[in-house]
């Protein structure tokens, strides 16, 4: 065969091989695309995802972001510059899709976008076409990028916005061009912002190559004039890139270290901490090295045969490039041990540098004098390892279809006040709660739920917001002076858990645990939960319940003023009639609030549910009622109807009322719904709204 005809072989089988690696990739990234459960360090998606759904809920497209899982002030986690959680927010408000669906959409997105800039570095190799085709096709093959490159996280974006800047860089240096330079400052500014500890990894090789850009001047002797201008160049690339930085840190830093939990997210306390930055001895300790190698496994392909490639790499020409580009990948695990051995997404920011010396290694071996059939064997070699560990690894749990949370997250999500918050303890800051139950949360740190003046201090925190649960983990669970501390402050019944489920027991405030249980007792909808400690026939509330400003506020949205008590005999229960949310008000139902000064009307809007005389077995009515009650016990009947939906049409649906009101000096004002003659049956009164003004 020609030298020629061999040649078009090669274009034709490297080629083809990306093409092969492009589909498999593309396979991968989309497999249980529409699944809701975030598969692969849930914990940290979560974050990102929580962060979403309160940019896109409060439209606050802003550097001050909420991230509400660690407590008041709900603005205490700013670990980066959303730019990611923008994108997600406008592509889901564009097309309609859920954000986790968009989340992917981006980042795979991202991912595709990055590989051009590697296809144009490579060219500085002076390889042909196909042969950086092949180096893409490691790229594609590699695990991390296959199941990282769909998550909801800024890894890809961040990726993609660091290959641009190396490329940036290069192409800078090389032709000193005021475009190149642009577009080095811009991806480089939006990788720094995105997530810095990535993008100093990306800054190795670029230093890398600007020192040897800078020793050929020297090594010159043409003046001090061409090193000047080269040092000038290599620091325009980054200036604004690292001052921008700077300027996040120094912004971002005092609102976290104030914050009673969230200061160890502080640069320095992520760096030293979190990162184990420049830190020499985990280097050599055996634990990190352990969960190092299982991450190899996970990430990229068994740690033997990344060992055997390190040796064989020994052999062939080329040995120093491919030595020096696999190097970067175990630089950025020296340079942060604890992210990479704890982490298995954080080889997303270096994996690539091993690949591409897979590469390199694998187009030595094509040059060399070895057998050409014995060459395309070893061709097989990283593809298979690679594939072979993503099969085995990643996509066995990517194959799940989970819709993410808990049954007891989605009651939270369903049965509690929109705007309330919960308390969470013993899941660390693991955000997957507060995310699928929406809610805010204050979050008790691992460790934390022994730390009295923390806990104080927390709690006081949330004195203005409406706690409506309180959810326990693991030994949190027996962890009876924390459970009675918090049923102190926020009105919850430490004697046993609301409900219960195999991972986690939920107590419910005292406000809405009556709506919770009669709900629960009657819906097939929650599955594999307990009602621990309290006979479902034995949940009726008894006595008055006082208000606090703060649940008026949330629980009673569509009451104005809000009520300061109730005494709900079936519990406070909003619940779906049509496309509006109404006050469940079963009889006996009664809700005081106090009037206005210079009221003058009440507006009421209430009505019966239709199911309760659309069946065989029907209302005999329902009595509505407003009394206004004097301190010495004196009471007048301000308002009264009868609903008889049975024997009356005019009865049905949803009636509005307007009454003529002026208060008296210390009047207070009582909704009430009674019975018609004691029969509580079907009695499925709904209150819509009250305008006292």
Known sequence: ???????????????????????????????NWKAPFMSGHEFRQAQTAITTYYIDQQNNFSLLYETPILGKPWVSILMEVPVYEWSVVLLSRATGLPHFMAARTVSMT????????IYLLLARFDLTRPRRLLLLALILTCPVYVYYSRAFLMESMELMGCAWFLLGFVRTMDERRWAWLGLTILAGTA?????????????????AYGAWMLWKDVRARTGWRTPAKTVLWGAATVVVALGSLRAWIVYSDPIKAAHASAWIFTSKNLSQGNWGLFKIAPLFSREVWRYLLEDWKLAIASPWFIGLFGLAA??????ARVLGIGGVFLLAQALFPFAYAYQDYYFYACAIFLNLAFGFWLLGVLDSRLPRWFCWLLFLGP?????????????????????????????????????????????????????YAERKALMVRNGLEYDRAYLDRAFKDLADEDVAAMVLYGPLRQNRNFIELAADRFGFDPSTPTYSHQVADVYVAALYRTGFLMRLRHSQKYRDLTI???????????????????GAKTAFSNISPGPFQVNFQYGVNWMENGPRTVLSAHPNADLWLRPPAGTTRIEWKYGIFDGAFAGETKTNGVEFIILAEMPDGQTRQIYYRLLDPVANMKDRGDQNVVIPYTPQPGEVLRFSTRPNHDSYAFDWAYWIRIDVK
């Open 1 to 31: 065969m020609s030298g020629s005809e061999t040649f078009r072989r090669e274009n034709w089988i490297l080629t083809g091989i990306f093409i092969g690696a492009l589909c498999f990739h593309f396979y991968g990234v989309t497999l």
């Open 314 to 319: 020994l052999i062939f020409p080329g040995r």
């Open 532 to 550: 621990a400690g309290v006979a479902t026939d034995e949940v009726e509330l008894k006595g008055r319940t006082n208000i606090s400003p703060a």
């Open 191 to 207: 990788a720094a912002l995105i997530k810095s500890a990535t993008l100093a990894v990306w800054l190795m090789p670029a230093a």
């Open 110 to 117: 991202c991912f595709y976008l990055m590989l051009p800039a």
């Open 383 to 435: 593809f298979a390892a690679q594939v072979s560990a993503y099969w085995q690894g990643y996509r066995v749990q990517q194959a799940v279809f989970a819709n993410g949370g808990y049954p007891f997250t989605d009651v939270l999500r369903d049965l509690t006040p929109k705007k309330s918050v919960i308390v969470v303890a013993g899941a660390d800051w693991a955000a997957m709660t507060p995310l």
